[in-house]
Every structure is written in C-alpha cells, then in structure tokens.
C-alpha cells in the first residue's frame, strides 16, 4: 500500500466552469506532491453541474512528448478533443489529466522492447501522483464512483495497464492506446472491460506488447475488445478517440463488483481439479461468508458453474484466533481432505486484545508456523494465505489498533512466497480500495457493516481477492509437481 503525504494546490472554487477565450482555460489547475515528487495536474468539469447529480470521470495518462512542468502540453490529443461542442453535450463528464515531470515515466517499462517486465511492487512516483490527484478530485466532486474510465496513449498506454491491474476494483473501464502491460498479472484484470488500441505498424512502441497481453487475456477466458489498426504507425490515438472510436462504449460501462467476483471465481474454477476440495478457515467473517451472499457463497456458486464435482468446505466459526484453528483444523480441514484452503485469521487475535484476550505476537507466529506445517505436511493442502483486513474502515493509521494489526499483518504475509503458498494482502487491498471509495473517512459502511464483517460489497470484494490468490497457490502447486 502505497502512503501518499499530500501537499496540495489550490481547491477549485467552482462548480460551473464558463468557456474563455482560450480553450485551455476550462481545465482548471491544480498540483499534488508525492514524496517530494510535485504533479501538476488539470480538471475539465461538465459545462453544467446540476444539484444532486454526479458524474463520469476520465483519468488520461499522456505520452512521453507530454511530460514537463508547464501543465499544458498534457492536454494535446485527447483532451483537447473532449472540448470541442459535440463532446461536451454528449459525454458531460470530469477529466482529469495530470503531467508527468519532464524527467519522469508513469511507469518503468522500456517501451521499445517487444517483451514485458513484472508489475512492479509500487508505482513510480509520477504515477503516486496521478494516483494522488485521483484521490483528491474524487474526494472534491461530484463524481459518479460507478464511473471511472482508465485511458491513455504510449507512455500513458503502458500506464492504464499498470494502473487498472494494480486497482481494476477502481474502474468502470480502460482503454489503453498503444502500450503494453504485465501479461503475468492479467488474471487480475478480471471483470474490467478493456478495449485495447494498436497500430500494427508501430515503430515506437511494438505492437507485440499489446498482442501478448490480450492474448493472455483471451487464453484465461477475459473478454478484451482489441482494435488493431492496419498500417497504422505510432498514433493509434486519433482512430481510438476519434468519431469511431472507444468513447460510446467507454462511457457505456459501469463497475460492477458482482459481475467481477462471479468471473473471478469462474477463473479459479477452470485452474483447478475438477475434484478439487477448497476449504475456507477463518473466524466470523468466513462464517457469515457461506451464509447466502457471502464471500464463500459467492465462490461456491461461481465454481460448481464450471466444476460441478469440486467441493467447498466452509470452516469459519465467529470469535475464533490462531490458538483456536490449531484446536480444529484436523477436524474442519485435513479430516475432509481439503486439497486447497484459503486461511483467513488475525482479527479477533488483533480485535480482542481490546479485552485482553488478544493473542499475543509471539504466540500468534509461532501459531500461526505450525498451523500451515500442519495444513500442507505430507499429502496435505495448497495454502492462500489472506492477511487479516481491517479493523475500522477509517484512514490509515487513526484506528486505535491499525499499528498493531498492520504488525499481525506483516507476520501473515512473510509466511507466504516459500513452496506452494500464495499472499491475499487483504489488510493492503481493503486499504487501497478505501483511500478511493471512503473520501469520508467513514468508520464502515463502504465494505464493512461495523468496521469488521463484511456487508455485500465487501463479500464481492473479499470473493475475488480470494479467487484470484486460490488461483495462484493452484499454479504454483502445479509447477512444484
């Protein structure tokens, strides 16, 4: 999780901007400062705002000629198009669109090699910034959080890739033009619709680096509306905003949490064993989560669509702690013959301290070392091991607990890389989810019903999580094999 100290520039005063004579006026100034890294950034809002209505926002990410510090040369080519009249009237909408520093890249790919690198393990410092003005635009206006579009061209291509699969619970859509992305990382753009533009005849970026990833993404069963253009050479851009381009269907999208946890867990089902018997270990939130709805119901169903004969076993028992797993899991985990378990632990070891019936950190490690020896010994199961999530949905850090659950967390997540076992960060993704979607710093209510147990967009939320790290552990079981 990335932690953004902001410095930030004026807040707009505004809610209606008036055309002036210069059409770059409408897009309103503003900066962020990320690590010391200062992002200019400017804001289209609709012609009009209306009471009580919110509305779309596109984030673009421009190409390398754009970068700079006079917080103009961004607005070239795609934002200069969504000024004109026609466009205004047909798609009232935000437009974000920050600059890169002249120095600086959204992301670290090399944009001339025809192969990818690995997502990185944080964003740049540019893209933490873009990322930071996101937050405060979302935080600022009236935006509609149902939608938010993705896009941008070469150096931006590169980075709406890197950005939807880092956050694709973030967006309704992206449209990356002429880029590429991590085709290791695709499955995690599941349930994100994406139409992906190329010029076959791309000297400056190769258009092998869009094919691999959409034919990744194709090979695990991701829809993908790939556009490649014939002879078309390093500005696929005009065909891809132009009249026939991406913006109707762009703007017909909507985010759709369901949908993503439903195919996510589908995606898991086609990696596994059609006999597979995928345990869920945990305490109240696994509990509840095989109750109709539920994160593990939610899976259930998803799995039993496309492997009928693999079996869900829900082991979750409210108020449970590491201490009280190592009391059960012959009975609830190994007796059933569980070939895969996502373990799910650490609240109530973390929650309950409160009353002094926490699990101290010594014990909880070595409780924690002994449960997995015991969970994968011979002959035993493939482990997803979730760090546990949140204990009140406010920012980071002002929880009484946060510091001591970020600790219990880092414990959970070093036992995770060696032999067979995947990580679900959940205590990162949950936070990274909230620094967008709670610009109120509410205590629950965004994926929580109290701060702990998960309401109904939390359980789409945990599903597909958890889904994509079963599928993980599944994969690297196959490759010890």
Aim: glycine share 10%.
């Amino acid at each position: 999780m990335i932690r953004l100290p902001l410095s930030l520039g004026l807040p707009f005063a505004a809610t209606v901007f008036m055309s002036t004579s210069c059409a770059e006026e409408e897009f309103v100034p503003g900066h962020v400062t990320v690590h010391g890294v200062t992002t200019h950034y400017r804001l289209l809002a609709p012609e009009t705002i209306e009471e009580g209505q919110r509305y779309p926002l596109i984030l673009f990410l421009h190409g390398a000629g754009e970068r700079g510090s006079d917080n103009e040369l961004q607005l070239k080519h795609f934002p200069s198009k969504m000024l004109t009249p026609e466009r205004r009237a047909a798609f009232p909408c935000f437009l974000l669109a920050p600059q890169c520093p002249e120095e600086g890249r959204w992301t670290t790919d090399n944009w001339g090699s025809k192969s990818s690198q690995p997502l990185p393990s944080e964003p740049t410092d540019p893209m933490a910034g873009a990322i930071a003005a996101l937050i405060r635009t979302v935080g600022e206006q009236a935006i509609d959080m149902d939608r938010i579009y993705l896009t941008g061209l070469s150096m931006g291509g590169y980075g709406t890739f890197e950005l939807a699969t880092r956050y694709p619970d973030w967006f309704a859509a992206a449209a990356p033009v002429c880029g590429g992305g991590d085709e290791r990382s695709a499955a995690r753009l599941v349930g994100l619709p994406l139409s992906v533009w190329h010029g076959d005849a791309d000297q400056a970026v190769p258009v092998e680096n869009s094919r691999q990833i959409v034919a990744e993404l194709k090979e695990l069963g991701i829809e993908a509306d790939y556009h490649e253009l014939p002879g078309v050479g390093h500005d696929a851009w005009t065909a891809a905003y132009g009249a026939d381009g991406c913006l109707d269907w762009l703007f017909a999208q909507r985010r759709d949490p369901a949908r993503r946890a439903a195919l996510a867990g589908e995606l898991l089902a086609r990696a596994i064993a059609p006999d597979e018997r995928i345990a869920f270990l945990g305490d109240s939130i696994t509990e509840q989560g095989a109750d109709a709805g539920g994160y593990v119901d939610i899976l259930r169903s998803a799995i039993q669509r496309v492997q009928p004969e693999a079996s869900v076993i829900a082991a979750g028992i409210s108020g449970h702690k590491v201490p009280d797993l190592l009391r059960r899991e012959e009975r609830d985990v190994r007796a059933k013959d569980a070939s895969l378990v996502f373990l799910y632990i650490g609240i109530n070891d973390v929650w309950h301290s409160e009353r002094g019936e926490g699990t101290p950190k010594d014990a909880f490690r070595s409780g924690l070392e002994e449960l997995l020896q015991r969970l994968e010994g011979p002959g035993g199961a493939t482990v997803a091991m979730a760090t546990p999530s949140v204990i009140g949905e406010g920012p980071a850090g002002t929880g009484s607990l946060d510091g001591m659950l970020e600790e219990y967390a880092a414990i959970s997540a070093r036992f995770t890389g060696p032999k067979r076992r995947a990580l679900c960060d959940l205590q990162v993704r949950f936070r990274d989810h909230l620094r967008l979607f709670n610009p109120e710093g509410k205590k629950s209510g965004v994926l929580t019903t109290d701060g702990v147990h998960l309401n109904e967009a939390g359980n789409q939320f945990v599903a597909a999580e958890a889904a994509l790290a079963l599928r993980a552990a599944a994969a690297r079981r196959a490759t010890v094999r």
